[in-house]
């Protein structure tokens, strides 16, 4: 135990590295620690006028005992003696999956994997805690019998392959340390030990009975001044620590400065997108290569989730098995495969791929839809190299891996930075690594080993090299026993700080609370967070402690180990924006553009109403969508969508009345009559759908679409049949007979492309337009100056002798016409503009209701010919909702940091 050894302070353990680094042994508890020692130790040299000195031995119990493994191999070997060989971690878990898996009751088990990481994750633990094997067993279902009888399995697996566990390994090194093997030097110093392993004990133990001279460092408790404070959210929480590191760095830039977050690894990504805008925004610059942060992130993310090894995934995936449309979609757009000249046609091919709805992408697909050159033979290239994949072992399935990325062109054309270059080292290591499995896994089919691999590649965690900085962003345990100059520890509410007990189900509980197992019980994890709490006070010179007051409209409490009373916490105040975001615009880099006026339009434009809707709804959203033709991608989904289904509703009324032309021949026909026909053009629209995308429209989809669809037609033409007579003169834009109709109309210099659903003309004369309404919102504030569904309203302008118009509504909730016109003769549904109270009280007739129309679309035309492209939402928290160009207009940019939602966003410009 720690307690039986001499505390020595930082300078003398300093002095007697200096004199004599040979004579004595730091062991760290983590190679954090180590490196910081180190730096302390460089510091107090220089301090000296010492610019040269010989490093001593500053490592982890796991590297000493490292080293002395290879100490006593070397002798074996001289000695012709090898022995057995340790397991690396990745073929115990690999071994430990296995066991699982093949074990009759891991066979029920839903989440094998998951299992074989608990029961790795409690073997570990036994070793750790010396705790011995098999545990006792209560009750005849008890998860510890299943892990008893892993255990035995796994020795019994580990002997027969002639291998040995790294925790026993650990423990026969140990062991032959106490034996007299191995060097040891006189001193050893511990430091960072709260409370030592057991395991660690028993090294402290061999290393006496060596005749080592133990002590622990013993820091000076720097007792700084520390505030507590609150923030509205956790957003604005990590703004203000950044804010304030970014001020402690401008102070001093030697500042040894930490920020430390207690769930660090579930807000990583959030982390590093606040402080890039704080203290390094050159990083968002599109144009320029990503440079070195000026901070470090302690938690790596998992090898699989880093770009370039994601991208080789997939294609591995894509090869194999094929990918589900959102993975595919991530491929095709990736940047890190494929010859550059085959790039376009790749993104082309995820449009098409959306368009058509796939939702299951496979190689056999995308190359019967590509027709451009290079990226056929791109294609060609991975269909051919993939055709190799027989059953064989792990090392085999490496190389063979590599050759069909080879054949992909991965990991891409342009020169790779940094970061990237990292990542590509280590897939080759992890290649490597996989290749080490040969003896335990056996032969694998080419899923199985890309099963492995993923799983490797999840386990790995992926931290890039970065050159020293002064600024750390640290997790709860990593931070454990350093100093800073200054420390912000952020995330402080009841739910994170004390973390919540979570035992290993597979050990017994009162078997882990005896032990003292990390996690074991609330009194333990407690203990815990009050020495890390209080280790953050006494490890820095200044430092704030603070939490997020809400998350959503969850209210959140600050931890009880703050021991504040709330209400007299100051909330910290947290500007608006970066002065660097400032500073970036301001550099004379960018240029400025005022976007809220296009440059003017030399061409004749040409749209269809949409042009004017969008113009209505926001200027923004019209330049977008109509000048500069950008479009959020589909999204493939599991059945037909609303559109799918209006297009139905469309195409069947189409074919029907192109047969039945007047209202007469639907009259005549019989009820069974009218539904056959319904019926069978519905059948035939709705395979023509399922052929593009047939996994999307499954024979079963379509019987509950016929059903549904079947349903809202026939009852809209038993109202069609009980109107005034009529005959139907153009249907989607085109002439039912006669002449053809001119594709677009000339309106006050821009060119509509007009498509009205339907025109009737009735027996008096008078022609009515209908705009069938499947879904959506009935938009008939019919005197809105700025009409934001100007269809009727053009066509009623463009046409001859329209007398009425109305929207057809066919959808789940209403049947049925609403509309105004000249006459309530017109049908049901359709008011008499004469006889209403909004029209009378403004002594509007049908002519003056045209009037209006034609000078509310004339206004907007002017504007669109006039570039006006302002981000003025009509109604935001209408017009913004459903709008597909947040990420262009970055409408929540406008209104970051305020209370209000885009709700509320009316007054951005
Ligand atoms: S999200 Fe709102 S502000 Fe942005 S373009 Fe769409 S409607 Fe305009």
Redesign the pocket.
């Known amino acids: 135990m720690l307690e039986d050894f001499s505390p020595i302070a930082p300078e003398p353990l300093y002095a007697r590295l200096a004199q004599a680094p040979a004579d004595t042994l730091v062991l760290c508890a983590s190679m954090r620690i180590a490196k910081a020692q180190q730096a302390a130790l460089g510091r107090w040299q220089q301090a000296r006028g010492v610019r040269v000195w010989r490093a001593p031995q500053l490592v982890t119990p796991e590297i000493f005992l490292a080293d002395l493994d290879l100490q006593q191999r070397q002798t074996r070997r001289l000695a012709g003696q090898p022995g057995a060989t340790p397991l690396a971690a990745l073929e115990v878990e690999a071994l430990w999956q296995q066991v699982v898996a093949e074990d009759e009751h891991g066979q029920d088990l839903l989440r094998k994997g998951e299992a074989a990481r608990k029961a790795l994750e409690a073997w570990r633990l036994c070793h750790d805690f010396a705790l011995s094997l098999p545990l006792p067993v209560a009750g005849e279902s008890s998860e510890t019998a299943h892990f008893n009888r892993w255990a035995q399995r796994y020795q019994a697996r580990c002997a027969r392959i002639g291998a040995i566990d790294p925790g026993d390994h650990r423990a026969q090194l140990i062991a032959a340390l106490e034996r007299g093997e191995g060097r040891v030097p006189p001193q050893v110093v511990w430091v960072g030990f709260e409370a030592p392993l057991p395991w660690q004990q028993t090294l402290q133990a061999a290393l006496r009975a060596r005749g080592c001279e133990q002590s622990c460092l013993l820091l000076p408790a720097r007792a700084g001044q520390f505030s507590v404070v609150k923030a509205r959210t956790a957003e604005h929480e990590l703004r203000a620590a950044a804010h304030w590191v970014l001020a402690q760095a401008q102070r001093d830039p030697q500042r040894r400065i930490a920020v430390v977050i207690p769930d660090l690894g579930a807000r990583r990504s959030d982390v590093l997108r606040v402080f890039d805008q704080v203290l390094c925004p050159a990083q968002w610059q599109v144009a320029r290569a990503p440079q070195a942060r000026p901070y470090n992130v302690s938690l790596g993310q998992p090898l699989a989730e880093v770009g370039l090894v994601r991208t080789a995934l997939l294609l591995l995936r894509l090869m194999i098995s094929g990918l589900d449309w959102g993975a595919a979609s991530a491929l095709l757009c990736a940047p890190y495969w494929a010859a550059q000249r085959a790039r376009d046609a790749a993104a082309a091919a995820d449009v098409q791929m959306r368009a058509h709805g796939a939702l299951r992408v496979t190689l056999g697909r995308l190359r019967q839809a590509s027709a451009e050159a290079a990226w056929r033979q791109t294609l060609d290239g991975l269909v051919e190299a993939s055709s190799e994949r027989g059953m064989t072992g792990a090392g085999l399935w490496a190389e063979r891996f590599s050759r069909w990325l080879q054949a992909a062109g991965w990991p891409g054309a342009r020169a790779l930075d940094s970061e990237e270059y990292q990542a590509q080292q280590a897939w080759h290591e992890l290649l490597r690594d996989l290749g080490r499995l040969d003896t335990v896994l056996g032969k694998l089919s080419a899923r199985d080993a890309l099963a492995q691999l993923t799983e490797l590649a999840q386990r790995r965690v992926f931290q890039p090299q970065s050159p020293e900085v002064a600024i750390q962003v640290l997790g709860a345990l990593e931070a454990q026993g350093l100093q800073f100059d200054a420390l912000w520890v952020a995330g402080l509410q009841d739910e994170v700080w004390p973390p919540a007990a979570n035992p290993n189900p597979l050990i017994p509980y009162d078997v882990q609370r005896q032990a003292g197992l990390p996690h074991a019980s609330a009194a333990v994890d407690l203990a815990w967070a009050q020495r890390l709490t209080q280790g953050w006070r006494d490890g820095a010179d200044e430092g704030v402690l603070s939490w997020p007051e809400t998350e959503g409209d969850r209210e959140l409490q600050p931890s009880p180990l703050l021991r504040v009373v709330a209400a007299e916490v100051p909330r910290c105040q947290v500007p608006s924006h970066a002065p660097g975001w400032i500073g970036l615009a301001q550099s004379g880099e960018d240029v400025w553009l005022d976007d809220a006026v296009m440059p003017l339009l030399q061409t004749q434009l040409k749209g269809g109403t949409g042009l004017l809707a969008d113009q209505a ?2 200027p ?2 019209a330049v ?1 969508h109509h000048r500069l033709q950008a479009r959020a991608l589909d999204v493939p989904q599991y059945g037909p969508s609303h559109l799918d289904r209006g297009n139905v509703v469309h195409a069947v009324l189409e074919r029907l009345w192109r047969q039945w032309r007047d209202q007469a021949t639907l009259c005549g026909l019989s009820a069974e009559a009218r539904a056959a026909q319904v019926e069978a053009q519905l059948d035939e629209v709705l395979a023509q759908m399922a052929r593009a995308a047939p996994e999307r429209l499954t024979p079963a989809m379509q019987a509950l679409e016929r059903a549904r669809l079947g349903k809202q037609i026939g009852e809209w033409l038993a109202i069609e049949a009980q109107r005034p007579p009529f005959v139907v003169e153009v249907l989607e834009g085109q002439a039912v007979e006669g002449e053809a109709r001119a594709p677009t109309v000339d309106f006050d210099g821009i060119s509509l492309r007009l498509r009205p659903d339907r025109i009737d003309r009735l027996e008096s004369g008078a022609r009515v337009v209908l705009d069938y309404k499947t879904g959506g919102e009935l938009k008939t504030q019919w005197l809105d100056p700025r009409p934001e569904a100007p269809q009727l309203p053009l066509y009623a302008l463009t046409e001859a002798e329209v007398a009425g118009v109305a929207y057809a509504q066919i959808n789940v909730k209403n049947i049925g016409l609403v509309g105004i016109g000249d006459s309530a003769e017109l049908a049901q549904g359709i008011r008499d503009v004469h006889q209403t109270q909004a029209f009378k009280a403004l002594q509007m007739g049908w002519f003056e209701v045209l009037d209006h129309w034609r000078d509310a679309q004339r206004a907007l035309v002017q504007e669109i010919r006039q570039g006006v492209a302002s ?1 003025t ?1 009509k109604n ?1 928290a209408v ?2 909702r459903h ?1 597909d ?2 990420a ?2 970055r ?1 929540r940019e406008h209104t970051f940091l305020s209370d209000d939602d ?1 709700s509320s966003s009316g007054d ?1 410009a």
Do not use: A
């Open positions: 709804t926001c923004f959203r977008v981000i939402p935001p017009s913004c709008c160009l947040h262009v207009c409408i885009e951005v």
